[in-house]
């Protein structure tokens, strides 16, 4: 790529990304950055080639990526800036293997207007730095790429990334072979930096990160471009108990199908069942665990002029009848059996709710294309839009759900509320990507009837060298 030749483009979007700037006006932890990162997230940089098994062949290789990002809702008084830069290094050992290492800088600007009636309206700016470890591991093949072995710090993920998709310092064990292919991994996730920590589910977690154990399988075979799996996890947590923060154990199983039909559709479903042991909040009595949840998408991409798309989605995640209003914790049960259900990956039902799974129906329906795809100019082919409707539902009227959003429920009504969502993918050149979402939030009747709607706006760009 160029950048004198493209000096013009630039400079525009330069204005773009400073004109997203200032209409931003959310603050979001390190946590939450990652989940708003496109497709290009994925870390390609980590995959190996397929080259001779000669020493003279193999190399270290260096690169990064840096992608800022701002971000605005309108259900917040304040703003945020976020860049997030990774650098990683890779040493080639012998055919299909390497080691691996990336660290993180993130940098983050918040400036949150705290409103009051008794004083003067006050602007809190607050800058966050954060170095850490991203990842760190060696990824080795055997018997002709039938066994893989992966171990230290890595991503972690269990079908589709719903039950679980995150960092942890572990092993995996992957065997490939005719009749099935096994997936075998522990995670724990205790090492990781406390504000770099995405597990947590009590307030000891947040104060002094998360320290849980993953352990599962994934089984599945394909067969005529179909393919089915099951999955097994147990999470445990491994901190000590002390006062009212009791552990939160809990065991899950699940069976998947994804494939390709007719040439232009293709589908994933999953659905998971979850049981363990907790404490119920109001006298801190132990209890068990009884949830359910579900997840379907299907695609079907049409082969004409600039590729449309239409995409269908439904999610479920089971609730409890007695939980605390409002509460996000598990440890939210008030009596008798937890029927909540709670997840330990990546789940986006829209930007303007940004709902959690447990208590929830959500059916999304939208459509893509890309405009430009046969263009004679090769730097705008790439740019794809995709709009989605989404309807919200409880699974426990009597119960609440949780979301960003902050509005104050009543209990009794089911209908949550309606979303749209617009998203812009840009890949400009190879090292280069453009994205921006939008999100709008439309408050149901299990809302106040004083409740605002919530827009969502988001521009970002990704930088890879």
């Not at 013009?8 to 990652?34: E, K, M």
């Not at 998360?210 to 099951?230: D, E, H, P, S």
């Not at 199908?257 to 998971?272: A, H, K, M, P």
């Not at 709008?440 to 605002?452: M, S």
Request: charged share 15%.
């Amino acid at each position: 790529m160029s950048f004198k030749k493209n000096k013009q483009f630039f400079v525009a979007s330069f204005i773009v990304l400073l004109l997203s700037l200032l209409t931003a006006n959310t603050a979001y932890t390190f946590q939450d950055i990652d989940k708003f990162f496109p497709e290009f997230r994925h870390d390609a940089d980590m995959t190996a080639p397929h080259i001779p098994d000669n020493f003279s062949n193999k190399s270290i290789q260096l690169g990064g990526w840096t992608t800022p990002i701002y971000i605005s809702d309108s259900d917040s008084s304040s703003w945020s800036f976020t860049n997030a830069l990774r650098l990683w290094g890779k040493v080639y050992l012998w055919n299909n293997s390497f080691l691996y290492a990336r660290g993180k800088y993130t940098f983050t600007r918040t400036e949150q207007e705290i409103v009051s009636s008794i004083e003067p309206n006050q602007n809190i700016i607050t800058t966050n730095h954060l170095i850490d470890l991203d990842i760190a591991m060696l990824d080795a093949k055997f018997l002709h790429d039938s066994i893989k072995l992966t171990a230290g710090r890595k991503y972690f993920l269990v079908g589709s990334g719903f039950l679980l998709n995150g960092r942890g310092d572990g092993a995996q064990l992957e065997w490939f072979n005719n009749i099935l292919n096994v997936n075998v991994f522990g995670a724990y996730t205790g090492f990781l930096q406390k504000d770099d920590n995405p597990y947590n589910l009590s307030n000891r977690d947040y104060a002094d990160g998360a320290k849980r154990l993953f352990v599962g399988t994934q089984i599945g075979q394909t067969f005529f471009n179909q393919n089915v799996y099951l999955m097994g996890m147990v999470q445990r947590d491994c901190a000590p108990e002390i006062d009212d923060i009791k552990h939160y154990n809990s065991n899950y199983y699940g069976i998947g199908l994804r494939g390709v039909f007719l040439g232009n559709f293709d589908y994933i479903g999953e659905f998971f069942y979850k049981n363990g042991s907790t404490y119920n909040y109001s006298d801190m009595s132990k209890t068990t665990i009884s949830a359910m949840s579900a997840i379907a998408t299907l695609n079907w991409n049409i082969d004409i002029v600039t590729l449309p798309m239409l995409t269908f989605q439904y999610a479920f995640g089971s609730g409890d009848n007695d939980r605390i209003q409002n509460s996000t914790a598990p440890d939210g049960n008030l009596h008798g059996k937890d029927n909540q259900f709670f997840n330990f990956g990546t789940f986006l039902a829209g930007y303007g709710l940004r709902p959690m799974i447990g208590n929830l129906h959500v059916a999304r329906a939208g459509f893509g294309f890309s405009p430009f795809e046969r263009s004679k100019m090769f730097f705008i082919r790439d740019i794809n839009i995709l709009a989605k409707y989404s309807y919200y539902m409880k699974d426990k009227a009597n119960s609440s759900v949780s979301s960003f959003y902050s509005g104050i429920e009543k209990l009794g009504e089911g209908f949550i509320g309606q979303g749209v969502d617009v998203s812009l993918r840009w890949r400009m050149f190879l090292d280069l990507s453009f994205f921006a979402n939008y999100g709008l939030f439309l408050p149901g009747d299990a809302y106040q009837d004083n409740a605002k709607s919530n827009t969502f706006l988001m521009f970002g760009m990704n930088l890879s060298f």
